[in-house]
C-alpha cells in the first residue's frame, strides 16, 4: 500500500497504511497487538476523514475506553491506553509525513489518572520457597526465571550447552518469539535486539540445574514431555500443571497469590533480589538484559518507594509498643 492518499482518506485509510510499513520491523505478538490497538480506533474514528479528526475525538475514544475494553468489559489499564494513544499519534505522523495533515490530534492527550495501573510484584519469601520445594518438570524453568532472570522466551530456547557449571554462568544467545499460530520460531539474540549476555549465577542454582540435567531427555533445559521445544500452548499447559501441583501438595500455598504467578513474576523477583543483595543498577540493567537502563532504574526507584514505605511502617510498630504501650 503507498500513500497515494489526500486529506479525505479516512483515519482507517492511514492505519492500514502506517501498519503495512511497521509490520515487519515488529515481532509476530507486538503485531498483533498492534493490530487491536488499531481495531478499537477503527470503532470510534475510523471511517472519519483524517483532516476532521480533533483532540475531542481522541479524548472522547480515551474515556470510552477507560470506562469499559470492549474487549474484556473491564476497565482499560493505564498501559493499554497509552499503547492506543501511541498508535493513534504514530498513524496521525504518518498522514503528516505525507504532507496530508499539519497537526497531530493525538499528541499530548491526557491519560484518565484513575485508570488503573497493573503492576507485576515480586514473590513473597514463602511463595519462593514453594517454586523452590515443589517438585515439576517446570520447577528447573522457574528456578531459572526467578535466580537468573530469564525471559520465557529466553528460558524456552535455553540449551544444556548454554550452561557452564564449572564457571557458574549461562550464556543467553538465542530466544524464541510467536510467528504464528501455536509456534514458536528461535532467533538469535534476545528480545532488545542485542547479540545477548552472560550471567552468572548463584551456586544453589547451579545444583539444581546439574541435578536436573542427570535427568534430562532433550537438548531444551525446559521441554515437552517428548523432548522437543515447547509451543505456546504446551507451555501454558505445563505452567497450570505446575501451578496446580504447589497449591495441591502445599497446605500453605491456598493462602498465598502462587496461582497468579507468571514468567513475569519471577523475572521481577530476580530484579528484586539483586536490589534486596545491593547489586548496583548498571549491573543490574545488563545482568536483566535491559536495552535501557531507565527500565532498570524505574524498577529500582519503585522498590526504594516500597522500603520506605516499610521503614515508616516499623517507625509505627517502635512508637505504638515503646512510646505509647497498651
Given at each position: 500500500?503507498?500513500?497515494?492518499?489526500?486529506?479525505?482518506?479516512?483515519?482507517?485509510?492511514?492505519?492500514?497504511?502506517?501498519?503495512?510499513?511497521?509490520?515487519?520491523?515488529?515481532?509476530?505478538?507486538?503485531?498483533?497487538?498492534?493490530?487491536?490497538?488499531?481495531?478499537?480506533?477503527?470503532?470510534?474514528?475510523?471511517?472519519k476523514p483524517i483532516n476532521k479528526i480533533k483532540p475531542d475525538d481522541v479524548d472522547y475514544l480515551l474515556d470510552e475506553l477507560t470506562e469499559k475494553n470492549p474487549n474484556t468489559?473491564?476497565?482499560?489499564?493505564?498501559?493499554?491506553?497509552?499503547?492506543?494513544?501511541?498508535?493513534?499519534?504514530?498513524?496521525?505522523?504518518?498522514?503528516?509525513?505525507?504532507?496530508?495533515?499539519?497537526?497531530?490530534?493525538?499528541?499530548?492527550?491526557?491519560?484518565?489518572?484513575?485508570?488503573?495501573?497493573?503492576?507485576?510484584?515480586?514473590?513473597?519469601?514463602?511463595?519462593?520457597?514453594?517454586?523452590?520445594?515443589?517438585?515439576?518438570?517446570?520447577?528447573?524453568?522457574?528456578?531459572?526465571?526467578?535466580?537468573?532472570?530469564?525471559?520465557?522466551?529466553?528460558?524456552?530456547?535455553?540449551?544444556?550447552?548454554?550452561?557452564?557449571?564449572?564457571?557458574?554462568?549461562?550464556?543467553?544467545?538465542?530466544?524464541?518469539?510467536?510467528?504464528?499460530?501455536?509456534?514458536?520460531?528461535?532467533?538469535?539474540?534476545?528480545?532488545?535486539?542485542?547479540?545477548?549476555?552472560?550471567?552468572?549465577?548463584?551456586?544453589?542454582?547451579?545444583?539444581?540445574?546439574?541435578?536436573?540435567?542427570?535427568?534430562?531427555?532433550?537438548?531444551?533445559?525446559?521441554?515437552?514431555?517428548?523432548g522437543t521445544m515447547h509451543t505456546p500452548t504446551s507451555w501454558r499447559q505445563m505452567w497450570q500443571s505446575y501451578i496446580n501441583t504447589i497449591l495441591k501438595i502445599n497446605v500453605?500455598?491456598?493462602?498465598?497469590?502462587?496461582?497468579?504467578?507468571?514468567?513475569?513474576?519471577?523475572?521481577h523477583t530476580y530484579a528484586t533480589l539483586l536490589y534486596i543483595s545491593g547489586v548496583d543498577v548498571v549491573t543490574a540493567s545488563h545482568l536483566m538484559g535491559h536495552s535501557n537502563?531507565?527500565?532498570?532504574?524505574?524498577?529500582?526507584?519503585?522498590?526504594?518507594?516500597?522500603?520506605?514505605?516499610?521503614?515508616?511502617?516499623?517507625?509505627?510498630?517502635?512508637?505504638?509498643?515503646?512510646?505509647?504501650?497498651?
Amino acid at each position: 500500500m503507498n500513500a497515494l492518499g489526500n486529506e479525505n482518506n479516512t483515519f482507517q485509510y492511514w492505519g492500514e497504511y502506517w501498519f503495512t510499513k511497521k509490520r515487519n520491523k515488529v515481532s509476530y505478538s507486538q503485531m498483533r497487538n498492534l493490530q487491536c490497538y488499531l481495531n478499537h480506533l477503527y470503532k470510534y474514528i475510523g471511517d472519519k476523514p483524517i483532516n476532521k479528526i480533533k483532540p475531542d475525538d481522541v479524548d472522547y475514544l480515551l474515556d470510552e475506553l477507560t470506562e469499559k475494553n470492549p474487549n474484556t468489559q473491564k476497565p482499560s489499564s493505564h498501559q493499554y491506553l497509552v499503547d492506543i494513544r501511541s498508535t493513534a499519534s504514530n498513524v496521525f505522523e504518518a498522514a503528516i509525513d505525507n504532507d496530508i495533515i499539519f497537526k497531530n490530534p493525538a499528541r499530548g492527550r491526557e491519560i484518565s489518572k484513575y485508570a488503573p495501573k497493573s503492576s507485576r510484584r515480586a514473590l513473597t519469601l514463602t511463595e519462593q520457597k514453594l517454586v523452590i520445594c515443589t517438585p515439576h518438570r517446570a520447577r528447573i524453568g522457574a528456578l531459572i526465571m526467578m535466580l537468573a532472570g530469564l525471559r520465557r522466551g529466553e528460558l524456552i530456547a535455553l540449551t544444556w550447552d548454554d550452561i557452564d557449571l564449572d564457571n557458574f554462568r549461562i550464556s543467553i544467545t538465542k530466544s524464541v518469539e510467536e510467528k504464528q499460530v501455536n509456534h514458536f520460531v528461535l532467533k538469535d539474540g534476545t528480545k532488545t535486539g542485542t547479540w545477548g549476555r552472560i550471567i552468572d549465577i548463584p551456586i544453589d542454582l547451579a545444583i539444581a540445574i546439574e541435578q536436573a540435567k542427570m535427568d534430562a531427555v532433550s537438548k531444551y533445559v525446559c521441554c515437552k514431555r517428548n523432548g522437543t521445544m515447547h509451543t505456546p500452548t504446551s507451555w501454558r499447559q505445563m505452567w497450570q500443571s505446575y501451578i496446580n501441583t504447589i497449591l495441591k501438595i502445599n497446605v500453605c500455598a491456598k493462602s498465598t497469590g502462587i496461582n497468579e504467578i507468571t514468567a513475569h513474576y519471577l523475572r521481577h523477583t530476580y530484579a528484586t533480589l539483586l536490589y534486596i543483595s545491593g547489586v548496583d543498577v548498571v549491573t543490574a540493567s545488563h545482568l536483566m538484559g535491559h536495552s535501557n537502563i531507565k527500565t532498570t532504574l524505574a524498577i529500582y526507584t519503585h522498590l526504594d518507594e516500597m522500603m520506605v514505605v516499610k521503614s515508616v511502617e516499623k517507625l509505627d510498630v517502635y512508637i505504638s509498643e515503646r512510646l505509647f504501650p497498651k
